[in-house]
């Protein structure tokens, strides 16, 4: 019964005011093969578990000066480890209570039987060795998550770049059959990403939203170039083989199943925000946020550009002209992010301007 689980003897303090007392309980305790430290006064044992290390205490529960209830809680804000089991002489259940409530692990009555009291000192040393097992393992496991929550992170990192890279050389090769379309797509994320903050979003969803600015159009690569680059007005076939980019955006970018939030915006940025959008029809803030942003991001940048059949209008004109499609093509609260984030950077461009 001794080995509770340690490969050295076990030590223990054993504080009592009373020198039979820990003459008997210590004489028993080595002859059993424990290591024993005896101390007859509180401040004698507080100092030696400060200075050592021990498995258990053995504590007296009154005596002169400090009583072992108030030993309890110092010595294991000095061990938390340390496991601790009451000698008294009075068998109270409120003492009994009040020790167990302090942290203490056992109780037992003078006089002790020594088999009582060696069984007391192995369930205390047990639960100790169990506990700071169960201590070590949640330690352990959650290095194990941090380092694993790392490793995905990176990984997700890593996959993202690969997303952005493949996307890209897809996006370049569609701007490339139109002149008027180059660049569009990188004006459109920095522009929808500056939104999201304006709007408060978090860093995670402005990523979001700035990486579906960038993939937004890729479907543009299956429509005709004699569609894409018309200098006049589509016919209602061209607009419904315009409209079909949407669907080949997301046959492409079906297999980035670890963006979903990222494909829903590129799904949703041509829905209007009073129903007349396509593909879905959806209305309101049944749109996605980052849908709702590059609507407006999408419409602006088409406006600013120069097309084959049009010049290219300023900025604060466009601002003017898209305010009359509030609430019809864009969300109000998306058009007042839109307009503070083109007059922030109509001033920061005249400042610049001015400066030079």
Known sequence: ???VLDAEPTRILLLDDEESIRVAIARLLRSRGYEVVVVETPAAALAAVEMDRFAVMLCDVRMPGMSGLEVVPKALALDGDLAIVMLTAV????????????GAMDYLVKPVELSDLQAAVERAARRRHLEMERRRVEEHIREEVA?????????????RELTVGVAEALINAMEAKDVYLRGHSRRVADQAASMAEELGLDEDAVENVRLAGRLHDVGKIGIREDVLNKPGTLTEEEFEHVKDHVRISMEILAPLKHIPVVLRYVHDHHEHFDGSGYPRGL????ISIGGRILAACDAFDALTSQRAFREAREPRETIDYLESSVGQLLDPRVFAALKKVVLRRRTL???EDVER
């Open 349 to 351: 461009t005249f400042i």
């Open 147 to 159: 380092a694993r929550t790392v490793e995905l992170e990176q990984e997700q990192a890593a996959l």
């Open 1 to 3: 019964m001794r080995r």
């Open 283 to 286: 209305r309101g803030e049944a």
């Open 91 to 102: 068998n109270d259940a409120g003492t009994a209570t009040d020790a167990l409530g302090h």
